[in-house]
Structures are given as structure tokens and as C-alpha cells.
């Protein structure tokens, strides 16, 4: 039987590696809060006029739905609009204590060290098959 990556055994040393990358992922995401700026060009408010291209491409797929125009103005509207709320996100790592922050980190690093030695051949690089 096969084990993780293909490599004889290592399914346990998987397993757990993969728990403790996933516990703590979600520790370190749940400190994590995300806000919204307000949307400025230059220090003009500009969520007005990002929308231009959707709202124009919009009113002439409502003439001709098979316009290539109005299909390449809607989708570049739409890229836009979320090219914007993505670049106005502000990101923090709320306050947490030191001892919360190594574990944290911990999981994630031990985690990931146990999942790359899970799918490596069980004797290491140099073993004999």
C-alpha cells in the first residue's frame, strides 16, 4: 500500500501535519480583521466614475446582447470595480498575546515540516529501495 505523496508509509506523519496546519490557519485567520478604506483616485473619490464602464456596457448589451462592446465594457467594468475594493482593503493582526503568536506560528511551521517529511521516501533521500 501507497502511502501520502506516493511513498511507502508516512500516512499518520500526514495527517497530522495537515490537522496542524489547518488549526493553525484558522487561529491565525481568526485574528486577522479586514476593513475598508474609502475609495479615492489621487484624492478624488473615484467609485463613481469606475462604474462608467459597467453601467455603459450594461445599457448597450440591453440594446444588443450579442455586442462585443458591450460585453467587453461590462466585463472590464466589473474587473475594474473589484480591482478597486480589493486595492482598498486594509489588513491587521488584531492584539494577541506572544505565547498565542508562537503557537500560532508553531502549528503552522511544525505542521508543514510534517506534511514535506511525510512525502518523502521513509529511509530519506539516500535509502535503498
Known sequence: MQGAGGTPGGTGMFLAGSSMVVAGGYLLLTKVTVTSGFWSFYGI????????????????????????????????????ILAGIIANLQIYFRPTSLFDTLMILGLLA????????????????????
Open 110 to 129: 511544525g505542521g508543514l515540516g510534517l506534511v514535506a517529511r511525510s512525502l518523502r521516501a521513509a529511509g530519506g533521500p539516500g535509502a535503498a529501495s
Open 45 to 80: 473619490n473615484a467609485f463613481g466614475l469606475s462604474m462608467v464602464p459597467l453601467l455603459a456596457g450594461i445599457g448597450v448589451l440591453f440594446y444588443d446582447g450579442r455586442s462585443k462592446l458591450g460585453w467587453a465594457l461590462t466585463g472590464a467594468g466589473s474587473v475594474i
